[in-house]
Each structure stands twice: as structure tokens, then as C-alpha cells.
């Protein structure tokens, strides 16, 4: 940018030492278009500015996250209630354990009561939840979601239901039923814990939609983690597959954990710095290394109190987790500066004059 | 009805704000505070659910002699009116479960006040950070592109109440036509920084309230490649199918071991 | 322009669009600034150094419209020899009176040109009383038919040359040391200007109060009018200087003015005196023998049968002496001292708020306290209303509302959308509303009160015939009402104004059939033609046509558009050129013709020489095109009418922060009034230690005026929630001060609070070798309404320009400190701490 040379500055006042001065911030101010002298704070300028670098003053050019507590607490009891249906069939299907079935039924059917509640909760128009039902979307995650969890509603209750009947009366139809539902429950079961992965990775927000892809597994993880766990301090603390699961999950998280520690990109800053950094990290030891340092040194003592120690500590980091993503989307929607970078491949968007006259240059 | 759209030429645009408040009272939306941000002449920030149309206020270095007009630097003040791009593919329409966001016969992005619930998902799946839900009322806001009015033959309330026509409201195609007869028009008079702000090749297709801008759009806030959420969604989709086939096997093979 | 006239701006867009060039002259990059294609930052209160200068380089470069300048204006006229110039007397023109502060004119007229001492033998001149809205017909100091001139422009004593030497000495140099405007960017402006002159092209002014409210406010505009009629830019499309007016009809309030020394259409209100008893001597000494203004007996005959109706007969002088007489100073600042000073017993406020929007608003507030009486009429209840129980003084403990005897009687006034009426612009056009609602609740019409309470005076008056009450008894008052609250018909005040027959009623087709013998009455002689018929009210019409929207309400006077247009065409008639034709003389019809309605007397060929002791119109020739002047020249020299000279000359604002750089020893204008007095305390004259800044006033898009339509509306009130004071990044480098933080600004009369907001659109000015800070502050906040903030106008101090009695606003000197101002008593502590420093 061009500037006007500075004519030489006679000074009428030689002895004014403010006058001076003056003159010695005028001279700056023209030759580097900034004042930095004392009394002139805001970074890089004497004041907030806009620019490619700063954005618009800094203003966050996305609208931040408007979802309440319930929504991260839907997360966590989704994830839960899905895995648990999952378990349930594998149970029924691989053991004689008809107690864990019985818990597992139940636990997925309260979680699949609980979900509509806490997201009837969030909306701004609760009265308006069966709006969600208006259309099925599938570019919509969100459309998926509502419709996945009515049916996993359904299908989970009239699974517990079932198998709440079956203990009293042993009947084929209400068998197969059972069987079916506990079938559909685990297919959609296994879309609640891990479509709400898709649903905060599929938007805007840049922390989110930066890892959508290790999104979906880490929630599916952490709520296979917090269903275990919550089977576990339900009384199964003799199942052995729990505990193995428990490890592949509380492992996998381990290593979700470590990834996020090592990609050290901005976007993902408020995976590591601020109150949602301290949030995930957390969630991440208490879902991770510590719950599966717990279980093996479980499976090797036999100790039940450092396994029930696991479970708790299981539920505790998944249910941060969740909360940490979210207050994640936050910081990162505040962060002015992801969305006006520009990467290399991605081609500035507008086109110059001069970029035009060349256009027409090369057309003609 | 054809694709009617905007081009808000800021090189037009005088900074009066008629736009932002003829939009308040036309739709009778609120003030949203009284909070002064010592940014230039803006206290009112952004679009969202209470404002929707926004003058941006741009503060560049000034030189004596030079006015905005004259090509040689950059306005020293440069306005923008900023408002919902009614994008060609929009995230919030795209994302929202309710059915609630709506095309329009003229092109509008449209949310419908008597079916939005509030899920606010639109809200983080608009990469302009345009739509907001208002807290109170429980619904999501957004410019409605004066639907009202364009079915009763009138123009938009901000583009009528603009003084200098920076506003532009007519035909699509044809604003976009005009968008760059207009930066080789300035270019001749001497202004070489002139761009229109029309992402047409990023995933969001294009918008139908174009802008243009003299310098670089992200001064304005406006992001240099825009991407509607769904383009991420079949890398999300494939890894939640892994993660869910994953997730069934193990717990099959945990409990296969069981049983052995 | 942008700032405050928007919509207005959206001609100089279509102009820019078109290849105008725009040039803003002004303290601060604001708006417009950012519009135009040149900005140049000046002094606040140097105009006439930077007028001047252009004026200067104009002549020196030969760059002037020569056959126009000699046959249009005043140019060639030669002067008095006893004239002497401030250039010869070091900062005065002749004619001036030390003891009563004051120039008597003669020596400024035109040589050979009778003085026009008045028939009761009183000197020639100006009552010192009146004020200068009336008097633009000039000749009240002599009789200016009567002179000689040379077309060659050669004689030292012409116009011409007088001028040329008077600006002399404002160079780009001095233009730079004084103006701090760097001297290049001064000359390559200068060359954009001039070049947009002459036939083929016109050049327009756009001024506002920028200008008008300075000590010397009137003269700037002259300086201006003076570069305008040099360079041919008057009556020609794209030309003229162009007011940019306030208030939505504050020209329709000149035109039927709210002002005290006018009376309708621009006829001045009488002077207490002997020169007044009569309306014959009135006549003389206001009226003109050449010239438009010849026809002033029709139109002060008319007014008053228009007033007094059946009363007013010949005998008895049209009831002449029912008019007041003004008998002092009763402009805003003479009758508010008076105030103060408890002269005044009660006052009407309607559609004003002094209590924010008057200089010294302290002294304005404290004033009505004063009073026994006070009604204000607004639709929020504005700090003018509120003074006694919220206003700082309360807070501070200054006024006390037990003690306050002023009884006040809040009055709810209807809004324009709630009542029918019209706005006059800018352009004189006056333009019909409609009433979109009926009134809220008590809510009425400044039509309905004013009606009302004139039957309830009249009523009252009828039952006591003494001659105290003789004129209202005269007075015609008897408008039809409409409606549940008894609206009066607006048709026929419209009517009343346009002009009737008095026999018939019947209404007249303009003021070319207005008498001067009792036949005709006409509330207003310049609307007169506005409505020639009861169903033709050509305000209300909304169909353009042509170049200049004909069709569209009505320009006053017989809607013309562009004033003195006869000026766009050559002397013998014929357009300048092809591009900027207007009017012209049609050769075969033998009369005037064009695209607007021409503003010269139609069937006058252009080559009409008056006979010796023609009068009146006849008198002027076929190419003097400005026929309100007796000598139908467009005025670069001011013969008569100005109290403070006949050409513009620099003199520094009231409070400077410098020394007069042209005249040392008379640093302000002479005539100007400061009015100081104890409570209207000044800044020591040359640059006073306390207050090293000069402070400037202005206005916010976002606001209006006193704020009482916007600072209590939330859809406004948002976009400017607070008040602040634009200081450039240096100052703020100097004081320590940070963005946003809050700042004391000091004057010698108040001191007040403000965020600051730091921004390089606002430059330290290179001025006689020093950093010139401005500290420019929008003066719209008070402490009601949505959003609140310090009172800027506790910090101006009243003043009165000797012509039109306005205030200085816009430039006078504070000092700034870091941090808050306290509140209550403290605050006025800090202030009296401001004022004990060294001076
Ligand atoms: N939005 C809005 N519009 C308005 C009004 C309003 O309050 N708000 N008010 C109306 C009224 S009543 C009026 S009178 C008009 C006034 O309209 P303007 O005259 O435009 O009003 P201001 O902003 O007071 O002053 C104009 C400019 O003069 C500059 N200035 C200050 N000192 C000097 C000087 O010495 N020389 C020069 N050249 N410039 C100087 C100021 O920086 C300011 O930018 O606006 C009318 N229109
Ligand atoms: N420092 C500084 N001071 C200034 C100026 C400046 O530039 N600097 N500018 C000066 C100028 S140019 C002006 S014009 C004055 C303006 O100063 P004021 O005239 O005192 O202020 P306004 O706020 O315009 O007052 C108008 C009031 O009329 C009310 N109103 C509106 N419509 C109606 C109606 O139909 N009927 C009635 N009864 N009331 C109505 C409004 O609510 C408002 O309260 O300020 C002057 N003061
Ligand atoms: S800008 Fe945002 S709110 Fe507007 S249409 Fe596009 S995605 Fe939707
Ligand atoms: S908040 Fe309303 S408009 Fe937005 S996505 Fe939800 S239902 Fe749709
Ligand atoms: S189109 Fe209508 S709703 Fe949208 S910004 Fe303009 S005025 Fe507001
Ligand atoms: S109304 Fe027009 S000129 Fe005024 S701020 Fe809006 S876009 Fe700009
Ligand atoms: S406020 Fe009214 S008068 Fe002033 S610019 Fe706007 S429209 Fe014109
Ligand atoms: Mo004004």
C-alpha cells in the first residue's frame, strides 16, 4: 500500500517534549500504518481490525453450538442403550447367561426411553418432537438419528418387554418376538452408538467435521465402555466377556486419546488447551489407559473392587467425553481463524480483476 | 417463478444500515442488546436470530487525498451488508430434520416458522454462521429472502429500503451477469481489487445473495471455501458402518468365548 | 451527505456513476469520505482560508468563466472609493464602529449608489436587533440600480480587481500551514474542481452545518457562492450550492418560518422603531425599486389581509401595527439568556430539545428552572421535559426540584404518520403526507393544538375588546375541522397559503396576480400558485415527468426546479452548450422555453435594455438573470445585507487553539457575539494551555438530532448504543488512552464522558509546524432513552453569528483525559480541577 511520504516536520515547540514525541508516533504511524507506542494494546494495531488475517474484528464467523446438557447426555445414554442392545443378542445368542440378557434388555430399553425425553428436552419447541417424524432425510443426520432412535425405542422396549414375559411364561411367539426385536434393537443399536459420531461430524464446526472419521468408532467405543461398565455394576461382575469388551473398548479409546494427543493441528486445539481440552483429556484417561490398566490388573488379581474401580471410571470419562466434544464445537466455533484459512489446494473462492481480465484474455 | 437473488455491492454501499432496519421492521424482530463493540460503526455484530441483514464495517489505513472512490488503495471504510446466501446447496436445508427449511418456487432458502422445533442443528451445519435459534422463542431464525413479499409481487424490504441501490434484487443469473460487467467497470475506472464473492466452486454450488467486495472477502468474514456439511457425511456414514461392524463383531467374538 | 442525507446521496452515487468526481473536505473520513474520490482533512474552522485559496487560483490561473462572470455578476461593478479592505486595515473592513461593535455598510456599496438613509433620517444599515434571514434581498442600505462598471474588468476599484487582491495571500502555502491540507493535494483538488467548469460542464457545492454553524458561518457559504459565480456554476443543471437542510421541513420552516425576524416568504418581521410605524416607510426601506423585490408591497399587503381578513382595510394600514415588533434579540440565545436571567415567564417547546441539542445545554437546563410556566409537546418525554427531576444539574446537586417553581404541562404530539401535512426539502419542494394511523390515545397534531388554542385565545380575547387584544379579535381564525378530535382541513390552510381573491374567495394562479391594494390575501407568496384550484393541490402530486420531475409535489415559487436558470443560457439566449442546455430564448415564439419552468420574466428578450428610470422587473435587462437582486447581477461582492463585510474574510473560530494567521490582531470575527457571562465562560483567546485540542460536533446517521426519535427507539438505539469521541491512534498514543476505554473531555464549560474510539480516520493535522489533534465527539446522547450517555453539549458554549444568529458548533477546544468522569458532585469537582490548571 502506498503511503504519503512524510514532510519534514518543523517543529514550532522544540522543547516540548509531548510535542516531540508526537512527532516521533507520526512518523511511525505513516511509515508502518501502526501505532505500537505505549498505551496502544490490541495486537498488531492501536485498534481491533479487521483483515484476511483477522477476520471481521475477530467476530466468530460461525454461529456457535445451541444444544443444552441434554444433548451430550443423549449422546452417553444412546451410545449406552445401543451397546447394551448389541450385548443383549450376543448373550442370548452365545450364552446361557439369561440374567445378562434380562439386564442388558432393560438397560437398552431405559436408555431407549430416556433418549427421546432428553432430546424432547433440548429442542426449543419440545411440544414440536414429533416434527422430527415430518420426513425422513437421509442427507440429514439428525432426520436418521430421530427416526434410528424411534425405532430403537420400539424395538428395544418390545425386546425387554418380551423377554420381561418370557420370565413368566415360556411361549414360542413371545420367544421369536423377542428375538426379532432384540434383532432389530441390536441392528439400530448399533446405528445409536455410532451415528451421533456422523452427527456432530457432518456439520460446520471445524473441530468436528476435521475428525469425523475416528468419530463414529470413538463414540461407538465409548458407549460400548459405559454399557459394559453399567452391566457390570448391575451385578455381572463375573462375565468375562464383559471384561474382555470392556478392554477392547477401554483399548481402543487408549488409542483414540493418543491420536488426538499426537495430531496437533489447530483445529483440533480444543481437544488439548482450554476448559474443553481438560474436558476430553479427562474423559480420555478416565475412558482409556486407566479403566483398561484396571481390567488387567483385574483379569491378573481377580480383585473385584479394581474392576468395579474400571466401571465407574468407564462411565465417568465416556460421559465427559461426550460433554468435552461438544464444549469442543464451542471453542471451535468461536475460533475465527479456521474458516478464513486457506489451504493450499483450495482455490480462493471470487475472482480478482485481474484474474477476470485474464479469463477473457485467454477465451478471446 | 425465476430464481430471484441479491448482489450487494459494497462499492455502492453508503453504511446507513436502512437495509438492517427496515429488515428489523418489516419482519418486527428485536434489538439484540444495547452493547457498544467499539468495532467501527457496528454494535450490532452479525447475522443471526435478531438481525438479519448486518452492515459490516471495514477500517482499512486512510491517506490524505484519497478518497473510497479513487483506485489507488483500499476504502479506508468499506461497508458490506451481509445476509443469509440462500446457498445453492444449503447446509441448514440439507441438515434439517424437520422438514422445516424449505426451497422456495423463486430460489429462497426458507424456514418455516409453524414447523421448526428448535433441534438447532441447522445451526452448526450453516458454514456462513448465518441461522440462529433464538433462546427464547425456541425456534431457529434467518433471513426469509421477504418470501411474504415476493409472493405479493414486492421486492425485498432491504433492497427496497436502500438508498444507493447497493442492494441489487432481481434475476439470478442476470445479477450474476451484472456482478462482473460491474468489476470490469470499476477496473476501467482504475479500482483493480474488486471481487464478487459467489463460491460456485465449492460445495456449496454457488448462493443466490452474491456480494461484491473490494480487497479480500475475508475481511467481511466471508469464507474463502465454504463447504456444506454433507460432503463430509459419507466419510462419516463409511467409518460409522465400520465402527458399528466392528462393534458387533467384537461383542460376537467376546461372547463366542464365553460360550467355549 | 451520506451521513445525514442518505437518501439525498443517492444522486451524487448516480452522479459518481457517471464520471463526477467527488471531493470531501472535512475534519474526519467519515462516510461520504468513503464515497468520494478525494478526501482532504482540514482544521476544523478553516473554510475560508481553503475557499478562498480556490477562489485565489481560480483568478491568478485565469481559470474563471469570463463572459459569465461579465455579464452575470457583480464583477465589473466599480466600488466606493472610500472602501477599505481588511487586507488595508488589518482584519476589518471600513466602516467600522468600535463602541458599538459594529459596520455601518455604506462605504461597501456600489459607487454612485444613493444611500438609502431612511425617511425618519436613521442612518443606513442593520438593526442591530434583527437577524439576517430576511434581508436577502439586499439593497436596505442603498438604492444598487444606480451604478458603473467596467467589461473589461480592468479598473482597480471594480469587483473584480478588489477581490482578487482581497484573496491574494490565501495560497496553496497558506492553505497547507493553516488548513494542514498538504499544499499538492490542495492544488491537484483545485485543477478537479475548476476543470469541471465552463460551458460544457458545472461543478456543485453540498454544504451543511459543516459550514453554517461557525461564527462566520454565512460568510463560508459566500465564499462559496463567490468560487460558484466565477466559475459559472449557478442556475445551470449540475451546479449551484446545494443546503443540505435538517430537519425533515426545516426549509418549509424558513419559508413560513418559525424564525422571530421573519415573517412568510422571506419579508422581514418590523423593527421596534421609528422606521416601522408606518407600512408605507416599512415598505421603502424593504422593498426595492428594481427588481423582483419591487413587488414587496403586493406580497406584505397580501400577508396581512391574508391575517386580518375584513379588519385590515387601507385606511388603517392593512393592520400593519397588529404586527409585533421585534425589539431585541428574540432569537433561540437572546430570548434563553433572558431566561436564565429570569426575564421570561413561560415558554412553549414543540418538536425541539434544547435540553441535548443546544449549545450549553448546562445553562439551557438550568434556564427553565427559571420559568413559571413550560409546555413541551413531543411524543417521549425528552430531557427538555425532565430537566427538574433528572438533568446532571439534580444529580450534582446544582438544582433541587423542591425549589423548582416551573410548573410543566407534558403534552403528547402525534407523529407524521399519525396526521396529514407536508415537508418542503432541500430543493424547496414541497411534498404532501398522507395520515397512515389515527392518533394514539391524547396524541394530536401541532395543526389541532395551534388551532385550538388560537379559538380558545380568540374566545377569551372577544369578551375583552381592549386594545391589547385588539389583533387577535382581528385575527381571521376559522378553518373547517374534520374528524372526532376536530382536525383542521389542511386543504384549506394549503389554500389560504397559495392566495384568494378577497371579493370571491375564488383561489389565485400564483403571486403574479397578488395586489397591492386589499384585493388579494395570501398567507405565503412564494407557495402561491401551489394550489390554483380547491381540487389541485400540486403538492400532493406524484406523477414525474421530464428531466427534473415536474409532475412530482412543487418547487417553489411556480415550481421551478433550478433557481435563476435564465443563467444557463448565453447572454444572447442561446444555451451554453448542447450538454447543459436548460432554458433558452426561442427565437420564433419570442419567449422563454426549456426543461424547466424559466426563472425570467417570459416574453423579456434577451436583449432588453431598460429605460432610465424603469422599475421594478422592467428595470432589469435582458441578461441579468438574477432578478431578486435590484441590479439582477449574481452577487460576488455583498453590497448590502451582511453584518460582518462584503467579501468573506478568515477570522478563527470563537475558541481556537491558534492565532489568527492573516490578521494577528483580530484573531475572531469582530461582529460575532460570544455572549460571555459567567455561566457561557470562553477558552482565552489564542491558544489557551487548559484545552490543547480542538473539539468538533457532529452527527451519526444512526441517531437523529437530540435523539428524542431515536434514542428511545430499539431498532436505532442498537446500532449506536453509546456515546463516544473519535480521536486518531496518535492522540490516543499520547494520553495512554486504549480503545474503548472511557475518556474525559473538558471544556470551559462542562466536562462530559465518553468511550473512545481510536481510529486512523480521524489524522493529527500538520498546522503552523505542530500536530493538530481533533477530538470529534456526536453530539445526539442524553440521559433518556434506551440507550444514555454524557450530554456533548454541556461542553459548547452559546454564541451568535452576527447574520443568522447561529451558534459555533463545530470547532472549539477541550482537553482529554484517561478514565471515567464521576458521577454527582465529583464530577464537578473534576471539572473545576480542569479549570485551575495554568492556562
Ligand atoms: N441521520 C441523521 N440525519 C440528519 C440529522 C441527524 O441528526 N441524523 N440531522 C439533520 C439536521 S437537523 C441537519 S442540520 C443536517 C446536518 O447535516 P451535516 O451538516 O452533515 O451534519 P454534521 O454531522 O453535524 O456535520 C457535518 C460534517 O461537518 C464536519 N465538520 C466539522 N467541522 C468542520 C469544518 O470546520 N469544516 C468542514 N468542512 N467540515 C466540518 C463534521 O466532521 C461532519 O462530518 O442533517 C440532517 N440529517
Ligand atoms: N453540538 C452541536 N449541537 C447542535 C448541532 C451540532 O451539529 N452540534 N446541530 C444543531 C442543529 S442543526 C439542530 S437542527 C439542532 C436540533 O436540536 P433540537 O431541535 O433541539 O433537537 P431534536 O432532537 O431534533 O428535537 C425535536 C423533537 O421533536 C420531537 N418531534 C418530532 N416530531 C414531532 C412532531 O410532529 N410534533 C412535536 N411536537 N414534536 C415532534 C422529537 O421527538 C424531538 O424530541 O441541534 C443543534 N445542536
Ligand atoms: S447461508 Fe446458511 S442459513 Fe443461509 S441458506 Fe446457506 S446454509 Fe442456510
Ligand atoms: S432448528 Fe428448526 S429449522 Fe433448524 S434444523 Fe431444527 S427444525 Fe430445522
Ligand atoms: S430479504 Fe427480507 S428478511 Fe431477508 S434480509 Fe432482506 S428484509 Fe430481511
Ligand atoms: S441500505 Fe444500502 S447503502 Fe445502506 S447500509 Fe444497507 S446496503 Fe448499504
Ligand atoms: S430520515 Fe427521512 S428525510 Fe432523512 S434521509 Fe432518511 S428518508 Fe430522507
Ligand atoms: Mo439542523
Redesign the pocket.
Same mark, same amino acid.
Given at each position: 500500500m502506498s503511503r504519503v511520504p512524510l514532510p519534514e516536520v518543523p517543529n514550532r515547540l522544540p522543547d516540548v517534549e509531548s510535542e516531540r514525541r508526537l512527532n516521533e508516533i507520526r512518523r511511525t504511524a505513516a511509515q508502518s500504518g501502526m501505532v505500537t507506542a505505549k498505551g496502544v494494546t490490541p495486537v498488531g494495531a492501536p485498534f481491533p481490525q479487521a483483515s484476511p488475517e483477522t477476520g471481521y474484528y475477530g467476530v466468530p464467523l460461525l454461529k456457535e453450538p445451541q444444544w443444552t446438557k441434554e444433548v451430550p447426555l443423549y449422546f452417553f445414554v444412546g451410545g449406552a442403550a445401543g451397546a447394551a442392545a448389541v450385548i443383549a443378542s450376543a448373550a442370548h445368542l452365545f450364552t446361557q447367561d439369561d440374567d445378562l440378557v434380562h439386564s442388558a434388555r432393560w438397560v437398552a430399553a431405559a436408555g431407549g426411553i430416556l433418549s427421546p425425553a432428553l432430546l424432547t428436552l433440548d429442542l426449543g419447541r419440545p411440544s414440536r418432537f414429533l416434527n422430527m417424524l415430518r420426513v425422513f432425510k437421509l442427507q440429514s443426520p439428525m432426520s436418521v438419528g430421530a427416526w434410528t432412535l424411534t425405532a430403537f425405542s420400539s424395538f428395544s422396549a418390545a425386546a425387554a418387554f418380551a423377554n420381561a414375559i418370557r420370565q413368566k411364561l415360556d411361549s414360542t411367539p413371545v420367544y421369536v418376538l423377542e428375538n426379532i426385536a432384540g434383532a432389530l434393537a441390536t441392528a439400530t443399536g448399533l446405528v445409536m452408538a455410532s451415528y451421533t459420531g456422523v452427527l456432530i461430524g457432518a456439520t460446520t464446526i471445524p473441530v468436528w467435521n476435521n475428525n469425523i472419521e475416528t468419530l463414529p468408532p470413538h463414540f461407538a467405543a465409548s458407549g460400548m465402555n459405559s454399557a459394559v461398565s453399567i452391566l457390570e455394576l448391575l451385578g455381572h461382575e463375573n462375565s468375562r466377556s464383559l471384561n474382555l469388551l470392556g478392554m477392547a473398548a477401554a483399548g481402543y479409546e487408549s488409542l483414540e486419546g493418543l491420536m488426538l494427543e499426537t495430531k496437533r493441528t489447530r483445529i483440533n486445539e480444543p481437544l488439548r488447551k482450554g476448559k474443553s481440552g481438560w474436558i476430553v483429556r479427562l474423559g480420555g484417561v478416565l475412558s482409556g489407559p486407566l479403566p483398561l490398566a484396571l481390567r488387567i490388573a483385574y483379569a491378573i488379581t481377580g480383585n473385584k473392587k479394581l474392576r468395579r474401580a474400571a466401571s465407574w471410571s468407564s462411565i465417568a470419562g465416556s460421559l465427559l467425553t461426550r460433554f468435552g466434544w461438544v464444549q469442543a464445537g464451542h471453542a471451535s466455533a468461536k475460533d475465527h481463524r479456521i474458516p478464513l484459512e486457506l489451504p493450499e489446494s483450495v482455490p480462493k473462492v471470487g475472482m480478482s480483476s485481474h484474474e477476470l481480465a485474464d479469463m477473457h484474455m485467454k477465451m478471446a | 417463478m425465476s430464481t430471484t437473488a441479491f448482489l450487494t455491492d459494497s462499492t455502492l454501499c453508503i453504511g446507513c444500515k436502512a437495509c438492517e432496519v427496515a429488515c428489523k421492521e418489516w419482519n418486527q424482530i428485536s434489538e439484540d442488546g444495547y452493547e457498544w463493540s467499539g468495532h467501527s460503526y457496528d454494535n450490532t455484530q452479525a447475522v443471526g436470530h435478531s438481525t438479519w441483514r448486518h452492515v459490516k464495517f471495514v477500517e482499512n489505513p486512510v491517506e490524505i487525498g484519497l478518497g473510497g472512490n479513487s483506485g489507488e488503495q483500499l476504502p479506508a471504510w468499506g461497508f458490506s451488508s451481509d445476509v443469509c446466501k440462500h446457498c445453492e446447496v444449503a447446509g441448514c436445508l440439507e441438515a434439517c430434520p424437520t422438514g422445516a427449511i424449505v426451497r422456495m418456487e423463486f430460489g429462497a432458502v426458507f424456514v418455516q416458522p409453524d414447523v421448526c422445533n428448535g433441534c438447532s442443528y441447522c445451526v452448526v451445519s450453516c458454514p456462513f454462521g448465518v441461522v440462529q435459534k433464538n433462546e427464547e422463542d425456541g425456534r431457529a431464525f434467518k433471513c426469509t429472502f421477504c418470501s411474504d413479499r415476493q409472493k405479493a409481487g414486492l421486492a425485498p424490504a432491504c433492497a427496497k429500503a436502500c438508498p444507493t441501490e447497493s442492494i441489487k434484487f432481481g434475476n439470478l443469473e442476470e445479477l450474476r451477469l451484472e456482478a462482473q460487467l460491474r468489476v470490469k467497470e470499476l477496473e476501467a475506472r482504475g479500482i483493480h481489487d474488486a471481487v464478487v464473492y459467489d463460491p460456485l466452486d465449492t460445495s456449496v454450488k454457488g448462493i443466490h445473495a452474491l456480494f461484491l467486495l473490494r480487497g479480500d472477502p475475508r475481511s467481511y468474514n466471508l469464507p474463502p471455501h465454504p463447504e456444506v456439511p454433507t460432503t463430509y457425511m459419507k466419510k462419516g456414514w463409511t467409518s460409522a458402518a465400520i465402527a458399528a461392524g466392528v462393534m458387533l463383531g467384537a461383542t460376537l467374538l467376546a461372547f463366542l468365548g464365553e460360550r467355549r | 451527505m451520506a451521513e445525514n442525507h442518505p437518501v439525498g446521496f443517492q444522486w451524487v452515487m448516480e452522479a459518481r456513476h457517471k464520471g463526477a468526481k467527488v471531493i470531501h473536505v472535512d475534519p474526519r473520513y467519515t462516510r461520504t469520505s468513503a464515497m468520494a474520490d478525494y478526501w482532504l482533512p482540514l482544521r476544523a474552522g478553516t473554510d475560508i482560508i481553503f475557499l478562498g485559496a480556490l477562489i485565489n487560483y481560480t483568478l491568478t490561473h485565469d481559470r474563471y468563466f469570463r463572459e459569465y462572470v461579465v455579464h452575470y455578476t457583480n464583477a465589473p461593478i466599480i466600488l466606493r472609493e472610500d472602501f477599505r479592505d481588511t487586507e488595508d486595515l488589518g482584519g476589518i473592513f471600513s466602516g467600522w464602529d468600535k463602541e458599538k461593535q459594529a459596520y455601518s455598510p455604506e462605504t461597501w456599496l456600489y459607487e454612485g449608489a444613493p444611500s438609502a438613509d431612511s425617511p425618519s433620517g436613521e442612518k443606513a444599515g442593520h438593526s442591530q436587533a434583527g437577524g439576517g434571514h430576511g434581508k436577502d434581498r439586499g439593497g436596505e442600505a442603498g438604492r444598487l440600480y444606480k451604478y458603473n462598471d467596467d467589461p473589461t474588468l480592468q479598473n482597480p476599484r471594480c469587483v473584480f480587481q478588489v477581490l482578487k487582491s482581497h484573496f491574494a495571500r490565501y495560497t496553496p502555502e497558506l492553505v497547507e500551514r493553516a488548513c494542514g491540507i498538504p499544499k499538492e493535494k490542495f492544488l491537484q483538488v483545485a485543477d478537479v474542481f475548476i476543470s469541471a467548469s465552463g460551458p460544457e460542464k458545472t461543478g456543485a457545492i453540498c454544504y451543511a !452545518?459543516g459550514w453554517t454553524?461557525h461564527s462566520k458561518g454565512p460568510q463560508i457559504i459566500r465564499a462559496a457562492a463567490i468560487l460558484q459565480l466565477l466559475l459559472g456554476n449557478i442556475g445551470r443543471p449540475g451546479g449551484g450550492i446545494l443546503a443540505l437542510r @435538517? +430537519?425533515a421541513t426545516?426549509q418549509g420552516s424558513t419559508d413560513i418560518p418559525t424564525l422571530y425576524d421573519i415573517l412568510p416568504g422571506y419579508l422581514p418581521m418590523p423593527f421596534f422603531g421609528s422606521d416601522s410605524q408606518k407600512l408605507e416607510s416599512y415598505i421603502k426601506k424593504h422593498g426595492s425599486e428594481t427588481g423582483w423585490w419591487a413587488n414587496f408591497d403586493r406580497y406584505i399587503i397580501s400577508l396581512l389581509k391574508a391575517w386580518y381578513g375584513d379588519a385590515a382595510t387601507q385606511s388603517n394600514d392593512f393592520c400593519f401595527n397588529y404586527l409585533p415588533r421585534v425589539t431585541g434579540d428574540h432569537s433561540h440565545f437572546g430570548y434563553w439568556l433572558d431566561m436564565a436571567d429570569g426575564k421570561m415567564e413561560g415558554l412553549f417547546v414543540?418538536?425541539?430539545?434544547?435540553g !441535548?441539542?443546544? *449549545?450549553n445545554a448546562k445553562l439551557q437546563r438550568t434556564a427553565l428552572s427559571k420559568l413559571k410556566w413550560l409546555v413541551v409537546?413531543?411524543?417521549?418525554e425528552?430531557e427538555t421535559a425532565s430537566f427538574w427531576k433528572d438533568s446532571p444539574e439534580v444529580q450534582r446537586g446544582e438544582l433541587n426540584p423542591k425549589n423548582i417553581a416551573t410548573e410543566i404541562f407534558f403534552l403528547p404530539?402525534?407523529?407524521?404518520a399519525e =396526521?396529514d401535512g407536508s415537508y418542503t426539502n432541500t430543493q424547496r419542494l414541497v411534498q404532501f403526507h398522507e395520515k397512515a394511523v389515527d392518533a394514539l390515545g391524547d396524541n394530536r397534531?401541532?395543526t389541532w393544538f395551534v388551532y385550538h388554542l388560537g379559538r380558545r385565545l380568540k374566545a377569551k380575547a372577544a369578551k375583552e375588546p381592549t386594545p391589547r387584544n385588539a389583533a387577535l379579535n382581528a385575527l381571521t381564525w376559522d378553518y373547517n375541522t374534520h374528524g372526532k378530535h376536530g382536525e383542521p382541513v389542511v386543504d384549506e390552510i394549503d389554500g389560504e397559503i397559495n392566495g384568494y381573491r378577497v371579493e370571491n374567495r375564488t383561489l389565485v394562479s400564483g403571486y403574479r396576480d397578488l395586489k397591492n391594494n386589499g384585493s388579494t390575501a395570501c398567507g405565503c407568496w412564494i407557495y402561491s400558485g401551489m394550489m390554483p384550484a380547491p381540487d389541485e393541490n400540486k403538492a400532493r402530486k406524484r406523477e414525474p415527468h421530464g428531466l427534473y420531475g415536474h409532475g412530482w409535489g412543487y418547487a417553489w415559487p411556480s415550481d421551478r426546479r433550478i433557481l435563476y436558470n435564465r443563467a444557463s443560457a448565453r447572454p444572447d439566449g442561446k444555451p451554453w452548450s448542447e450538454r447543459k442546455k436548460l432554458v433558452w430564448w426561442d427565437e420564433e415564439k419570442k419567449e422563454w422555453t426549456g426543461h424547466d419552468i424559466p426563472d425570467f420574466t417570459k416574453k423579456k428578450p434577451p436583449d432588453h435594455k431598460p429605460d432610465k428610470d424603469a422599475r421594478g422587473d422592467d428595470a432589469l435587462a435582458g441578461d441579468k438573470p438574477f432578478i431578486m437582486h435590484p441590479d439582477g447581477t449574481g452577487w460576488i461582492w455583498v453590497p448590502s445585507g451582511l453584518k460582518d463585510g462584503p467579501l468573506p474574510t478568515h477570522y478563527e473560530p470563537l475558541e481556537s487553539i491558534s492565532s489568527n494567521p492573516l490578521y494577528p490582531e483580530v484573531p475572531v470575527n469582530p461582529v460575532a457575539k460570544k455572549m460571555e457571562r459567567p455561566d457561557n465562560p470562553y477558552a482565552f483567546e489564542g491558544g489557551d494551555a487548559r484545552f490543547p485540542y480542538i473539539l468538533s460536533? #457532529?452527527?451519526l446517521t444512526e441517531h +437523529?438530532?437530540?435523539? @428524542?426519535?431515536t434514542r428511545y427507539l430499539s431498532h436505532l438505539a442498537e446500532l449506536q448504543p453509546e456515546l463516544f469521541a473519535e480521536i486518531s491512534p496518535e492522540l490516543a498514543a499520547e494520553l495512554d488512552i486504549q480503545h474503548g476505554e472511557y475518556i474525559t473531555i473538558s471544556s470551559a464549560r462542562s466536562a462530559i464522558e465518553a468511550r473512545a474510539l481510536i481510529t486512523a480516520r480521524i489524522k493529527p493535522l500538520l498546522v503552523e509546524g505542530r500536530n493538530v489533534h481533533q477530538v470529534c465527539v456526536p #453530539?445526539q446522547f442524553g440521559y433518556k432513552g434506551l440507550v444514555t450517555g454524557s450530554v *456533548?453539549?454541556d461542553l459548547?458554549a452559546i454564541s451568535e453569528e452576527p447574520n443568522v444568529r447561529i451558534?459555533e458548533? =463545530?470547532a472549539l477546544v477541550c482537553n482529554v483525559k484517561r478514565g471515567r468522569l464521576p458521577q454527582g458532585k465529583a464530577g464537578l469537582e473534576v471539572w473545576k480541577e480542569e479549570m485551575r490548571r495554568p492556562a
Open positions: - | - | !452545518v454553524q @435538517g +430537519h426545516i414543540m418538536g425541539q430539545n434544547p !441535548v441539542g443546544a *449549545p409537546r413531543d411524543f417521549v425528552t404530539a402525534s407523529g407524521h =396526521k397534531s401541532e460536533t #457532529y452527527r +437523529h438530532t437530540g435523539g @428524542g426519535m #453530539y *456533548p453539549n459548547l451558534m458548533t =463545530k
